[in-house]
């Protein structure tokens, strides 16, 4: 069974800088992606980061430069490295992954022609 578990979110001055952790489990049997998504209040979700097995990585376009998000080998944790937070970063954030085989990525967007597995999100607030 695939989990996703999102943590640290928080508050923080524009100018800021937050790393936000996806530790994930149950994901094998095949390539496959991680991605990070963000819903500002009052707003639609949008794709921010992916990164897939083959080490690749995209971006939004609206965060690009100033978020990174990579994983290290020792663990399964994706994380999302973001500075110079402006008030127009804040919002709920979630990690979802793929179906392991079956994943596209494009611009921040990770997706799946199978199931798309979500976590329950952090927040993230940016005062300025």
């Known amino acids: 069974q695939v989990k996703l578990v999102e943590s640290g979110g928080g508050s923080v001055q524009a100018g800021g800088s937050l790393t936000l952790s996806c530790a994930t489990s149950?994901?094998?049997?095949?390539?496959?992606?991680v991605g990070w998504f963000r819903q500002p209040p009052g707003k639609e979700r949008e794709g921010v980061a992916t990164?897939?097995?083959?080490?690749?990585?995209t971006y939004a376009d609206s965060i690009k430069d100033r978020f990174t998000i990579f994983k290290d080998n020792s663990d399964n944790i994706v994380r999302l490295q973001m500075n110079n937070l402006q008030p127009e970063d804040s919002g709920m954030y979630y990690c979802?992954?793929?179906?392991?085989?079956?994943?596209?990525?494009?611009?921040?967007?990770?997706?799946?022609?199978?199931?798309?597995?979500w976590g329950q999100g952090t927040r993230v607030t940016v005062a300025s």
């Open positions: 979802a992954a793929s179906t392991p085989g079956y994943y596209e990525v494009w611009k921040g967007i990770c997706s799946s022609s199978r199931s798309t597995h």
């Open positions: 149950g994901l094998f049997g095949g390539s496959y992606c």
């Open positions: 990164w897939d097995t083959d080490d690749d990585t």
